[in-house]
């Protein structure tokens, strides 16, 4: 069995401000993450996916997450905030034959101020 | 962007009343999922196919029930719709070969309202 839990329902920071998104997961099998962005009234964007290459994954609009087995972490950041960073993000786990079902955490909507 | 159409995007119906959403991919991929999205649940599976008449249950199947008859499209019906069933359903599809190393792409949702 999986599942995902990010730290924090809503995070706040200021504009130039470090994000710092938190996961954890659990996994009996290698696991593969993902995180998605989700803007208001819509569907689900990717951000950035771990597949057991790099453990630094860079994504898009300048986010990153580092894979960490020993904490089963998969925390997201970016240096700097911008307003148009202000959504919700959902870190996601799916690994072995599992059909590529996704196991998603609570989501953490983050909030820009200027 | 990938190819993925839900409709209806909004629907309001009463209690009791059979609803069917529908999801239409233009990707050719295999596997195509639903999801429900409620405040403070995440997405959650409802029910996925792996194939053209391959489905099975997700986490949250009860009350819904799907089809797949060809490969673009995948149905997602509620026999007999609860206030309970009120969401934003999400349908997703993935080329993943079983593994889950690929990711998900979805739709833009249907937030289906019950009276």
């Known amino acids: 069995a999986q599942s995902v839990t990010q730290l924090g329902s809503h995070v706040s920071v200021s504009e130039g401000a470090l994000v710092l998104l938190r996961c954890n997961y659990s996994?009996?099998?290698?696991?593969?993450l993902f995180w998605y962005v989700q803007y208001p009234n819509q569907g689900l964007q990717l951000l950035l996916k771990?597949?057991?290459?790099?453990?630094l994954v860079k994504g898009i609009n300048g986010f990153e997450a580092e894979f960490k087995k020993s904490e089963t972490s998969f925390h997201l950041t970016k240096p700097s905030a911008h307003m148009s960073d202000a959504a919700e993000y959902f870190c996601?786990?799916?690994?072995?034959?599992?059909?590529?079902?996704?196991?998603f955490g609570q989501g953490t909507i983050l909030t820009v101020h200027p | 962007d990938a190819g993925i159409t839900q409709s209806p995007r909004h629907k309001v119906t009463e209690t009791g009343t059979p609803v069917t959403l529908r999801c239409h991919q233009t990707?050719?991929?295999?596997?195509m999922y639903w999801y429900r999205q409620d405040p403070g649940h995440g997405l959650r599976l409802i029910h996925y196919?792996?194939?053209?008449?391959?489905?099975d249950k997700g986490e949250v199947s009860d009350g819904y029930s799907v089809s797949r008859s060809k490969t673009e499209d995948f149905l997602l019906t509620l026999e007999s719709a609860t206030s309970s069933q009120t969401s934003v359903y999400f349908c997703?599809?993935?080329?993943?070969?079983?593994?889950?190393?690929?990711?998900?792409?979805f739709g833009d949702g249907t937030r289906l309202s019950i009276l």
């Open positions: 997703a599809i993935s080329s993943a070969e079983g593994t889950g190393n690929q990711p998900q792409h």
């Open positions: 196919s792996y194939g053209v008449k391959d489905t």
């Open positions: 996994s009996s099998v290698p696991p593969y």
């Open positions: 990707e050719n991929h295999r596997y």
């Open positions: 996601a786990v799916s690994g072995g034959t599992s059909y590529g079902k996704l196991t």
């Open positions: 771990y597949t057991s290459a790099a453990t």
